[in-house]
């Protein structure tokens, strides 16, 4: 079946500090891709998205490229501030719709000044 | 637009207690989904609807939850009786399917905090 996996947190950095968190994932065909973000006590939020190969979604300074040749979906940010602090989770959704989200464990993000 | 609205945001309740969770998805949403988050488990999905109807319901742990969606605009779920290890945050979120850079895209609730004692 259908699965993503992210890399393990937590992730601590300096403000401005380059970020990168890392998503590969397996599924047939070609799955829609999903970058969403959970701020403390909020629910989880559409950070980004791409729904084909070699599109880049970008938002707030993220950006993440979806790459078919390595399944791989990894969430980068060229300098991150305290605000960035959360939980990011990789996600996808099937070929053929059906709008069921298959997520990652999620990855938290430190960062201090 | 107002977003999904989940309520109540907390609920503390005693063991063997029932616990009813509701939530309002978007406007023009055809899909409804649960989740529970916790610690231990991350983000799990219980249940989803489309057009008010359970498409697949494998994720509920036990008979002791379930679900109902009467109309587009509302859905319910209820745990009866209520366990400690139930406690955790629920979340609802609605999509829609159709054209638009937007569709396949889920819009979460604040979720309800439950715990019970």
């Known amino acids: 079946g259908d699965s993503v996996t992210q890399m393990e947190g937590p992730v601590t950095l300096s403000e401005e500090a380059c970020l990168t968190i890392?998503?590969?994932?397996?599924?047939?065909?070609?799955?829609?891709l999903f970058w969403y973000v959970q701020y403390p006590g909020e629910g989880l939020q559409l950070l980004l998205k791409?729904?084909?190969?070699?599109d880049k979604g970008s938002n707030k300074g993220f950006e993440a490229t979806y790459r078919k040749e390595t399944t791989s979906f990894h969430l980068e940010k060229g300098s991150v501030q305290v605000s960035d602090s959360a939980v990011y989770f990789c996600?996808?959704?099937?070929?053929?719709?059906?709008?069921?989200?298959?997520f990652g464990t999620g990855t938290q993000l430190k960062v201090e000044l | 637009d107002a977003g999904v609205i989940q309520s109540p945001r907390h609920e503390v309740t005693e063991m063997g207690q029932e616990v009813t969770l509701r939530c309002k998805p978007i406007?023009?949403?055809?899909?409804l989904f649960w989740y529970r988050q916790t610690m231990m488990r991350g983000l799990e999905l219980l249940i989803y609807f489309n057009n008010n109807v359970p498409i697949d319901d494998s994720g509920m742990p036990e008979d002791r939850f379930s679900a109902k969606m009467p109309n587009a605009s509302f859905s319910t779920l209820k745990i009866q009786p209520s366990e400690p290890r139930d406690s955790a945050v629920y979340f609802c979120?609605?999509?829609?399917?159709?054209?638009?850079?937007?569709?396949?895209?889920?819009?979460f609730g604040p979720g309800t905090r439950l715990l019970v004692l």
């Open positions: 979120a609605s999509s829609f399917t159709g054209r638009g850079r937007n569709q396949e895209t889920q819009y």
């Open positions: 406007s023009g949403h055809d899909y």
């Open positions: 996600a996808l959704s099937p070929t053929g719709g059906g709008n069921k989200l298959t």
């Open positions: 791409a729904t084909k190969a070699d």
């Open positions: 890392n998503c590969t994932y397996t599924a047939t065909g070609y799955p829609s």
